[in-house]
């Protein structure tokens, strides 16, 4: 299957840990990709291949992956990370790209 | 710095055509595989096509295999789409991104289909 599961919401307190996950048959083989995307913005890479952050993002966002699961985790939360999540991944298609269906994540 | 500009949207009816553009500068167009991605407003990302480097590999997805073309152009570092037949559901704003990672996102041109 080439689907990606992903939890509807999320919430977090101000400073404390967040763990939100990205599950599919086709993440045994691939690493996941992460996307943060905040109200009226274009969807942001945050991490991707093997927990790799691009420049800008903060250190407090790192992934992971362990059999058909992929998760974020943000330690530390702040207000800004409040946004909707997106996971996804290239299938073994090579020529495809599946989006799991996005984790709104609130800080309270 | 990276930019990608989509332009092209706007109101189509259904069973119509529209030509959607995405115009790429501070890199090597010709290094990366280029990629459109939709959202309905409210609603999750839902990608749609994407072309190799070299133009050689497309890839569709089965909600729009048969009406949609992407394309590419290296003399304008222009990313294209396609869109006939377009369908109500169609409607959403319509991103170009770079890379297989989708490591650089334009801001999206809304498409809305209505009669």
């Known amino acids: 299957s080439s689907e990606l599961t992903q939890d509807p919401a999320a919430s977090v307190a101000l400073g404390q840990t967040v763990i939100i996950t990205c599950q599919g048959d086709?993440?045994?083989?691939?690493?996941a990709n992460w996307y943060q995307q905040k109200p009226g913005q274009a969807p942001r890479l945050v991490i991707y291949?093997?927990?790799i952050r691009p420049s800008g993002i903060p250190d407090r966002f790192s992934g992971s992956n362990s059999g058909d699961t992929a998760s974020l985790t943000i330690i530390e939360a702040r207000a800004e990370d409040e946004a909707d999540y997106y996971c996804?991944?290239?299938?073994?298609?090579?020529?495809?790209?599946?989006f799991g269906g996005g984790t709104k994540l609130t800080v309270l | 710095e990276v930019y990608l500009v989509e332009s092209g949207g706007g109101l189509v009816q259904p069973g119509g055509s529209l030509r959607l553009s995405c115009v790429v500068s501070?890199?090597?167009?010709?290094?990366?595989?280029m990629h459109w991605v939709r959202q309905v407003p409210g609603r999750g990302l839902e990608w749609v096509a994407s072309?190799?480097?070299?133009?050689?590999?497309?890839g569709y997805a089965d909600s729009v295999k048969g009406r949609f073309t992407i394309s590419r152009d290296s003399a304008t570092n222009s990313l294209y789409l396609q869109m006939n037949s377009v369908r109500t559901d169609d409607t959403a704003f319509y991103y170009c991104?770079?890379?297989?990672?989708?490591?650089?996102w334009g801001q999206g041109t809304l498409v809305t289909v209505s009669s």
């Open positions: 291949g093997k927990n």
């Open positions: 996804n991944f290239r299938d073994s298609s090579g020529n495809r790209l599946v």
């Open positions: 991104a770079r890379g297989w990672e989708l490591f650089f």
């Open positions: 072309v190799s480097w070299n133009s050689v590999s497309l």
């Open positions: 501070g890199f090597t167009f010709d290094h990366y595989a």
């Open positions: 086709g993440l045994r083989d691939s690493f």
